[in-house]
């Protein structure tokens, strides 16, 4: 990964200034590292300490007796062990990477002003989300894992598009609210990165500065940029018509297109954050369209299709109203292109069929990648149970009962502590495609499992002493 500013584009530099901002030094590297906390932090912390204790002690006592269970987001142990690994250390970590429900963090945040706190929070966001991508080896780019990384495929596609008229008539800016930055699901970022837009999010200082200030209109050399939001309000108009509109008069002009990368409620708070001389507009999206995302059953923006959907039929449509239709065909053609490579991995990653690609080599290979990168998640994550359980004694209970010894698909007894391995192997899939229910045989009922929990050697004897007896 290329961790220079210079010469990457802008979508891959407005990341790594993300990364920079929330002062991640060497993402993606070994040596990766979070600032520590400074005095001020530890001041901060420690002046409100008393207050928040005795304030959660209330809001505790009040839950009881309203009996309200409070709302625990769980965070994936392999982020807590690493941000409680960058605290053990002699020094502890910025307070910006705390969990929110921490009562540090709540001091925190109690002791700033009340101006400063959303930004804080925008802060502490990116600053768990980028660590936690950091921690599970996503690439900072593509957004998948770095051993499924499709940045390449990405820059192929990249190279096709019509860039000259891309950049010169529709630039494109990516407006993430902080929530989503760095989640899989979202897809704004694939757009980012082949139209080479950067990515601003909504409560960084910098980004919040260009945002509020963006005027209607700008005046370049010769020609005029429309700054332009893509939200459908009461009124607006269709971009097309809002372009025809403005080059009626002849007159060189350019749109400066804003989009946003947000849940239907995140994208209501953010337009309002954008200045009103902004023009609103809509997308004139054709009622038998149907959405090449519906085979990711994901959750898309208002109007049914996703961001990255929502981005290609934006720029296609302003590109067709300035006339370059040979472009805007080109556009299309490629963006689809790239987006049916991105449903295709997806499906695949979720050991679903790829809908698009006919390529059964292609497929094959990606198959491989994603089975081997499965079994070393497996295989690491056996390797950390494992260590837990040697020096904690908590963490035995961890050793479950032996479930899914027995796999109904091959008819056969595998034993849980394989099962991961064996589901990812030829054989079962061979076999699932025969009985792609795992419907259970008639052999299967009468199978004796050998327990694999193995008991204790005493334990062992003993009860085999009792067998005995019985038969007797
Ligand atoms: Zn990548
Ligand atoms: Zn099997």
């Not at 009461?234 to 372009?243: L, M, Q, V, W, Y």
Request: charged share 30%.
């Amino acid at each position: 990964m290329t961790t220079s500013v210079e010469g990457v584009g802008a979508y891959k530099a407005s990341m790594l200034e993300i990364v920079k901002r929330i002062g991640l030094e060497n993402y993606g590297l070994a040596n990766a590292t979070m600032p520590s906390r400074s005095e001020l932090e530890d001041r901060m912390i420690s002046e409100a300490m008393d207050f928040v204790v005795e304030d959660e002690k209330r809001r505790e006592e009040s839950r009881k007796a309203k009996n309200i269970k409070p709302i625990v987001r769980k965070t994936a142990t392999t982020v807590v062990e690493s941000v409680n690994e960058l605290n053990r250390a002699d020094k502890q970590c910025t307070i910006y990477l705390s969990f929110e429900e921490s009562l540090e963090w709540k001091a925190f945040l109690h002791a700033l002003p009340k101006s400063e706190r959303f930004r804080a929070t925008v802060r502490r966001r990116l600053s768990l989300s980028l660590w936690k991508a950091h921690t599970q080896g996503t690439c900072l780019f593509c957004w998948f894992s770095t051993q499924m990384c499709m940045c390449e495929e990405l820059e192929r596609y990249k190279k096709e598009l019509p860039n000259t008229v891309l950049q010169g008539k529709t630039p494109v800016t990516m407006l993430f609210h902080s929530d989503e930055l760095m989640r899989s699901t979202n897809s704004g970022h694939i757009a980012a990165y082949l139209l080479d837009s950067p990515v601003r999010v909504w409560g960084l200082e910098e980004d919040d500065d260009l945002i509020t200030h963006l005027p209607g209109v700008e005046e370049g050399e010769g020609h005029a940029v429309y700054n332009v939001s893509l939200y459908p309000e009461k009124g607006s108009p269709d971009i097309s018509h809002f372009i025809s509109n403005v080059t009626e008069t002849g007159a060189d002009a350019r749109i400066h297109l804003i989009l946003s990368d947000s849940t239907w409620g995140q994208a209501l708070s953010l337009n309002r954050h954008i200045p009103r001389e902004v023009t609103r507009v809509s997308l004139d999206i054709d009622e038998t369209y149907e959405s090449l995302f519906a085979h990711l059953r994901k959750r898309t923006r208002e109007t049914g299709v996703s961001t990255l959907e929502a981005t290609t039929m934006a720029v296609h449509q302003c590109l067709t109203a300035f006339g370059h239709e040979a472009e805007a065909n080109l556009f299309n053609e490629v963006m689809v292109g790239a987006m049916k490579d991105f449903v295709d991995l997806k499906c695949l990653m979720k050991f679903t069929d790829a809908p698009f690609s006919k390529d059964d080599d292609q497929i094959d290979r990606l198959e491989e990648r994603r089975d081997a990168y499965r079994k070393e998640m497996a295989d690491t994550r056996y390797k950390r149970v494992n260590e837990r359980m040697e020096s904690d004694k908590e963490s035995r209970k961890f050793l479950l009962p032996p479930v899914l010894n027995y796999c109904y698909c091959c008819d056969r007894v595998i034993g849980w502590h394989r099962m991961p391995e064996h589901v990812l192997g030829k054989g079962h899939r061979y076999a699932l495609r025969l009985n792609p229910k795992c419907v259970p045989s008639e052999h299967s009922k009468e199978e004796v499992v050998h327990n694999f929990s193995r008991p204790m050697r005493a334990q062992k004897r003993d009860s085999a002493i009792d067998a005995h007896d019985v038969e007797e």
